[in-house]
């Protein structure tokens, strides 16, 4: 079983920084792309930003030059760091990871349960 659990989230002022974590456990054999993705209220998730086993990286565009995507492939953990935060990213943060459990497995696509970030005055 694989699980992916995200820490990091909580209530900051606008223009202040988080760093979210997220690491996977579990039966890995290997993780492709790593990725987080966010939901406000009422709005469907969407991508914020995802990495490759390789280190290439991709950006929504309303986060470009603010968040940072990184992993740390020997701990299973991908990070994102969310600088210049605005009342607009207030959302449920989810973390979401491409994972094979075994060789010649197919990989699955697994999602953290979340984690709240709140940009408010």
């Known amino acids: 079983q694989v699980q992916l659990v995200e820490s990091g989230g909580g209530l900051v002022q606008p223009g202040g920084s988080l760093r979210l974590s997220c690491a996977a456990s579990?039966?890995?054999?290997?993780?492709?792309?790593m990725g987080w993705y966010r939901q406000a209220p009422g709005k469907e998730r969407e991508l914020v930003a995802h990495i490759t086993s390789g280190g290439s990286t991709n950006y929504a565009d309303s986060v470009k030059g603010r968040f940072t995507i990184s992993r740390d492939n020997a701990k299973n953990t991908v990070y994102l760091q969310m600088d210049s935060l605005k009342p607009e990213d207030t959302a449920v943060y989810y973390c979401?990871?491409?994972?094979?459990?075994?060789?010649?497995?197919?990989?699955?696509?697994?999602w953290g349960k979340g984690t709240l970030v709140t940009v408010s005055s």
């Open positions: 579990g039966s890995i054999f290997s993780i492709n792309v």
């Open positions: 979401n990871a491409d994972i094979s459990p075994a060789r010649n497995y197919d990989a699955m696509a697994y």
